[in-house]
Antibody
């Protein structure tokens, strides 16, 4: 059974930093692209960032580009999101999600959706 | 970015009703569309991928259809466990986008 467990959320002041972690189990982590999706209180889902299985390609939403960095450690079965220069609008529950699909990113044939999600970790940015 | 627009935003229905939710893309996404169900305080759950393929373990009362820019999620006979918020998501580009959600409420 796929398990994704996020950690690292908490209260941080505007301009501060936080590092989220996602511990994966129940599947061969190194074989799948992984993603972060967030949900502000009472709002909808917003894709944040994605990383391919070997970290060859990384993608970011415009709202976090230049401030957030996605990474992974396949030996530790872990996904990370380093969040710097945090703003009030970054307040949200952050979900880790596993990709499923087919194709290759190098030739833009990849088509991946999110088939398993963690329970999320809350990040609150406030003074 | 491709914009996804769902309608309605809220839907009131009774147990046993047939329910249809529509999702429109701002440009063609072929069949690269997924549907998710989310209950309060819980993570989203995948229901449908590639517009009409049912995820393993999802009840057959859920079905999806459409291609190009217009898609639908249908629940053939609404059950008490189905009261939730539903999101569509396009995965035709590497800037994944979701619809704003449709909340299915008890009438």
């Amino acid at each position: 059974e796929v398990q994704l467990v996020e950690s690292g959320g908490g209260l941080v002041k505007p301009g501060g930093s936080l590092r989220l972690s996602c511990a994966a189990s129940g599947f061969t982590f190194s074989s799948y692209s992984m993603n972060w999706v967030r949900q502000a209180p009472g709002k909808g889902l917003e894709w944040v960032s994605s990383v391919t299985k070997s970290s060859d390609y990384k993608y970011y939403a415009d709202s976090v580009k230049g401030r957030f960095t996605i990474s992974r450690d396949n030996a530790q079965n872990s996904l990370y999101l380093q969040m710097n220069s945090l703003r009030a609008e970054d307040t949200a529950v952050y979900y880790c999600a596993k990709s499923e699909g087919a194709g290759y990113f190098y030739d833009s044939s990849a088509r991946y959706y999110f088939d398993s999600w963690g329970q999320g970790t809350l990040v609150t940015v406030s003074s | 970015d491709i914009q996804m627009t769902q309608s309605p935003s809220t839907l009131s229905a009774s147990v046993g009703d047939r329910v249809t939710i529509t999702c429109r893309a701002s440009q063609s996404i072929s069949s690269w569309l997924a549907w998710y169900q989310q209950k309060p305080g819980k993570a989203p759950k995948l229901l449908i991928y590639r517009a009409s393929s049912l995820e393993s373990g999802v009840p057959s009362r859920f079905s999806g259809s459409g291609s190009g820019t217009e898609f639908t999620l249908t629940i053939s006979s609404l059950q008490p466990d189905d009261f939730a918020t539903y999101y569509c998501q396009q995965y035709n580009t590497y800037r994944w986008t979701f619809g704003q959600g449709t909340k299915v409420e008890i009438k």
